[in-house]
């Protein structure tokens, strides 16, 4: 549905020219969310807005729903953008406007006829559950219900491409919640595709098929979202994941005196992650499900004992997973084929240190 081939932005300026974007490939299919993640400065509203051509590459070509907008002049550029809705991090509705009449602003430049127009912006309210709201205006509006309106402007022609520049970022925990619930719900509904960038692993957690991570304008880690969070290879990816999956050890848990190697009496510290057993992932052996009775079958097996510390299910949009913090105690060998056993049986363990 969308395709990016070597697309470059660079800005040119007297203090010196800034490389935002460099040779990026995105491919994003239809029906897809793809979330593409990075911290300020990184080049993700630069990148979104290439695919829709607010900013014009400098190199490259911008593929959309099998047309090349790059290659297309003003009028032709104005009719594709049709099919490409976008919603912002601070709504640009326009105050002046209700809700309605905010919803039917690009019905009107387009030249739909009064009575089509109304509608269809009555079809949108419906939609985004705003049908009581459609005379009041923004400034008497909740920020998620003035994102709701946003979403029914950005759908208004009935594109098959949404993107979404941080639509959360400016929203509390609970509106974020519902205004991805709402994403995931048109994704579904119309089968849109939706790119989305954002800052927050939570919200590629929540809702993305797929993810990619830029830094310094260059794509450096990409696959399915499940893949990404739950074996991120490079260092930001890894800080990212952290900030949604970071390990608490309990104060209770001397870890003043942890070492990283067995000494007598240590207990060895570990987290266990337990993977869905029907995610297979691209190219990966079926893992461990978190019904497997893990723990119980190391006590068996090698004679050690385990001390469940901590433990929480998640999910990765609809995929559950689990994580165990527990203590393994037991003799040297017994605590290494423990590690070695679970590890084989595709539990994600990540070894935290011996304590005393
Ligand atoms: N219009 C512009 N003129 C000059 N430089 C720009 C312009 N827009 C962005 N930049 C620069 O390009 C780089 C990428 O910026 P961009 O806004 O795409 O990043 P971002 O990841 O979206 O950051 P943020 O999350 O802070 O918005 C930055 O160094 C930024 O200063």
Redesign the pocket.
């Known amino acids: 549905m969308i395709k990016l081939v070597d697309v470059e932005k660079t800005?040119f300026?007297k203090a010196g020219d800034?490389a935002?974007?460099k040779k990026t490939n995105i491919e994003v299919k239809e029906g897809e969310i793809f979330g593409i993640i990075?911290?300020?400065?990184?080049?993700?509203?630069?990148?979104i807005r290439c695919i829709n051509m607010l900013e014009v590459p400098t190199g490259g070509q911008v593929f959309v729903d099998g047309q090349e907008l790059t290659a297309m002049n003003e009028g032709q550029l104005r009719k594709a953008r049709q099919n490409i809705g976008m919603i912002f991090q601070h709504f640009n509705l326009l105050a002046s406007r209700t809700v309605f009449d905010n919803i039917a602003f690009p019905l009107e430049i387009q030249g739909m006829p009064k009575e089509k127009i109304a509608e269809r912006v009555r079809e949108l309210l419906d939609l985004v559950q705003l049908t009581d709201r459609a005379d009041y205006y923004p400034s008497q509006l909740s920020g998620g219900q003035k994102q709701r309106v946003g979403i029914a402007r950005a759908l208004a022609s009935n594109p098959k491409v949404l993107l979404s520049d941080?639509a959360t970022s400016a929203l509390d925990p609970q509106t974020t919640k519902s205004i991805l619930q709402l994403l995931r719900d048109i994704n579904k509904r119309l089968n849109l595709t939706i790119v989305m960038?954002t800052?927050q692993m939570e919200v590629v957690k929540e809702i993305c098929d797929r993810v990619a991570v830029?830094e310094n304008?260059v794509i450096i880690e990409e696959g399915s979202m499940y893949k990404v969070f739950t074996e991120p290879q490079e260092e930001t990816t890894k800080e990212f994941v952290k900030t949604v999956n970071d390990i608490k050890i309990p104060p209770m848990v001397d870890t003043e005196s942890m070492k990283q190697t067995y000494f007598p009496g240590a207990r060895l510290l570990v987290n266990l992650t337990f993977l869905d057993s029907g995610e297979s992932g691209e190219g990966k052996e079926k893992s461990a499900g978190a019904d497997q009775p893990m723990v119980s079958a190391l006590i068996k097996k090698f004679g050690v004992d385990v001390n469940i510390i901590s433990g929480k299910v998640d999910y990765l949009k609809d995929t559950p997973y689990g994580t165990l913090l527990v203590e393994i105690m037991g003799d040297e060998k017994g605590i290494a084929d423990s590690v070695q056993y679970a590890k084989e049986a595709g539990v994600k363990l990540e070894v935290i240190g011996y304590v005393g």
Do not use: D, F, V, W
């Not at 990075?38 to 990148?47: I, R």
């Open positions: 800005y300026s800034i935002a974007l990075g911290l300020s400065g990184a080049g993700k509203s630069t990148l941080e960038i800052h830029i304008g």
